[in-house]
Every structure is written in structure tokens, then in C-alpha cells.
């Protein structure tokens, strides 16, 4: 994986994660908060979409949208948690 590779997604789970704090308002974590969860929501959608049978690949809008989906799974098990 290169260093544009991981700029990439980066981008990604940021853009990704800015989109699931305004998609799920009031379980965001601010700004830094949400770019990490972003990220991680990223990974997540990578691991659970290809095991359902959805392919992520495709470009970058189908990459954001795979992600913000991952990223609000977690911020909604992150709420679940914290309750």
C-alpha cells in the first residue's frame, strides 16, 4: 500500500465520517472525533459488505457512501454502549 493509497483513505473515512455526524446528529463526537470514526467506519464497511455479497470498488463516491454507511453502523453501536 503506498503513501497515496493511504492518503486516499484517509480522505475517504473523513469525508465519510463528517457526512455520519450530520447523518446521525447529536451521536457525533466533534470534528477530530468524527473523522476517526469515519475511518474506522471505512474498515468496517470493507469487512462487512464483501461478506454479504456487496461489491465496495467502483470509485470514489461509491467508497464514500460504503463508508458513511459503515461509519453510522458504529457511531449507532458506539450510542448503543455508551446508554
Known amino acids: 500500500m503506498g503513501f497515496s493509497s493511504i492518503l486516499a ?3 475517504i473515512g473523513a469525508i465519510a465520517g463528517w457526512l455520519s455526524g450530520k447523518i446521525m446528529e447529536g451521536r457525533g463526537f466533534g470534528l477530530i472525533g468524527n473523522i476517526i470514526v469515519g475511518i ?3 474498515f468496517l464497511a470493507g469487512l462487512i ?3 454479504l455479497g456487496f461489491a465496495v470498488g ?3 463516491f461509491s467508497s464514500i457512501f ?3 454507511i459503515g ?3 458504529l457511531l449507532f453501536l458506539i450510542g448503543l454502549v455508551k446508554k
Open 49 to 51: 459488505f464483501p461478506a
Open 66 to 68: 460504503f463508508a458513511t
Open 71 to 73: 461509519a453510522i453502523i
Open 58 to 60: 467502483g470509485g470514489v
Open 40 to 42: 474506522v467506519g471505512a
Open 9 to 11: 483513505m484517509l480522505f
